[in-house]
């Protein structure tokens, strides 16, 4: 796609944005609603947005412009009465739904925290490749995948059950490396102080447009693995740098001062795809400078702080930050929303004044996973919700339930090598329980 039809399709996914995003009061607001994402032209159109397309499905509805978003087949993982027991059956299709002949597949497996050794197998004229024999019951979960270019395709995870065995879909995209309509739609950076460190966590929401065009345009829909990693500037002299586990192929280390992104990004279709990580920085005075620098455009950015008495808060290029609550815990905020007018955001300079000394309660840090998982909750309350009901959908209540099990098997297996000790362990586990029952009580309210 051309560089100005990318700016005006950006122009179109902002339109739902209020004119005075920028302002410091807007991006409290939008602390407390989920970020936006890709327009999806089939639901109506906000207040003042100009009317696209005509009477094609494909079509927002309306006149010029018109937003096309692709008709792609999902990626999916079902009990099948039609399976025998014991068995997965794994189709692979392209975009168009078409079976993908010769696909290799692999079937990942998980027990009780540990990996078991993987299955491998190819896909036959039809796009199937099955599995047969497999342990059923609740102690082992299983991943399908197949691979093309440097890309991985998988469904969720799921466990076999005692009387049927389960039909799983892949989607297998083409592959692009040069990121065209992949933007960085979401950036929140969460700190808090633990004795003389700051605790610096990484909230990423990635984008890949190429599921959309504007008018006469077909999408061509690709999945994006850049060459040499997506490259997050860090700031010098960090320590402790963990990343969150994720369920797709997406993996973060360091080289240096830089925190690498390598996996593929399939099109977006719902909801961004989230990267977390989290570093320290030790503290020696009342002040501190950080840099974050970014490899792809901005979209919105939120940064937040706990706040000590006489903490202040300047991010560069955004508004003065304002001082709210969250979880009982005061905190600054502050945060923007560029619009294609605007110049990119790449770059994210925080400078923190007045950090009291010791800035936060004298307990002990945790490390590497185990400080991820404890500060995961922090700013919980202001990741959830409905843009206009306060209420969560399936799939965010669904994708929350996949980052917990991802949490409770990364700690399970940092206990199983000693990372972490027993009481931290227990406690985690306790706590991962009741977040699991609480969202299985919510996905039962929605009715199943």
Do not use: C
Not at 9 to 26: I, T, Y
Not at 204 to 218: E, H, I, P, V, Y
Not at 280 to 288: E, R, T
């Amino acid at each position: 796609m051309r560089r100005p039809d990318r700016l005006a399709l950006l122009a179109v996914l902002l339109a739902a944005a209020p004119a005075g995003a920028q302002d410091a009061a807007v991006a409290g607001d939008a602390a407390v609603r989920a970020a936006p994402g890709p327009v999806d032209p089939t639901q109506p159109l906000p207040p003042g947005h100009p009317p696209t397309g005509s009477g094609d499905p494909h079509m927002g509805g309306g006149a010029d412009p018109a937003v096309r978003r692709a008709s792609l087949p999902q990626s999916f993982a079902e009990e099948s009465a039609g399976v025998p027991e014991g068995t997965i059956v794994v189709r692979v299709v392209d975009t168009q739904g078409a079976p993908v002949e010769g696909a290799p597949v692999r079937l990942g497996a998980m027990r009780e925290g540990e990996r078991d050794a993987p299955r491998e197998g190819r896909t036959d004229r039809d796009g199937v490749a099955m599995f047969q024999g497999l342990t059923r019951g609740g102690n082992i979960a299983y991943r399908a995948s197949t691979e093309l270019d440097g890309a991985k395709f998988g469904a969720l995870p799921f466990q076999l059950g005692s009387s049927a065995g389960y039909r799983v879909q892949l989607v297998r995209y083409d592959v692009e490396h040069e990121g065209r309509g992949v933007l960085l739609w979401d950036s929140r950076t969460e700190m808090r102080f633990r004795d003389d460190r700051l605790m610096v966590v990484q909230r990423l929401r990635l984008a890949n447009l190429s599921a959309l065009a504007l008018g006469d345009q077909q999408p061509v829909p690709r999945a994006y693995v850049p060459r040499d990693g997506m490259r997050f500037e860090l700031p010098h002299g960090y320590t402790a740098f963990t990343s969150q586990p994720s369920m797709n192929d997406l993996r973060l280390t360091t080289e240096g001062d830089v925190a690498v992104l390598r996996g593929s990004i399939p099109p977006t279709l719902s909801e961004p795809i989230e990267v977390v990580f989290q570093f320290q920085m030790k503290l020696s005075g009342g002040d501190v400078t950080l840099r974050l620098g970014m490899p792809i455009p901005v979209v919105n950015a939120l940064i937040a702080v706990e706040a000590p008495r006489g903490l202040t808060l300047n991010v560069d290029g955004m508004p003065a930050a304002e001082a709210r609550e969250s979880n009982g815990e005061k905190i600054l905020l502050t945060g923007l929303s560029r619009q294609p007018s605007d110049a990119p955001l790449r770059a994210i300079a925080i400078h923190l004044n007045g950090i009291p000394s010791p800035a936060g309660p004298a307990r002990p840090i945790a490390t590497g996973a185990t400080a991820l998982l404890v500060l995961g909750g922090l700013f919980t309350a202001l990741r959830r919700g409905n843009t206009t009901t306060g209420k969560r959908t399936r799939a965010d209540i669904e994708a929350e339930r996949d980052r917990a099990l991802a949490e409770g098997a990364e700690l399970a297996r940092r206990h199983a090598t000693g990372d972490v000790g027993p009481e931290t362990y227990a406690r985690r586990r306790r706590e991962l329980t009741v977040w699991l029952s609480t969202l299985l009580k919510e996905l039962d309210e929605l009715g199943g």
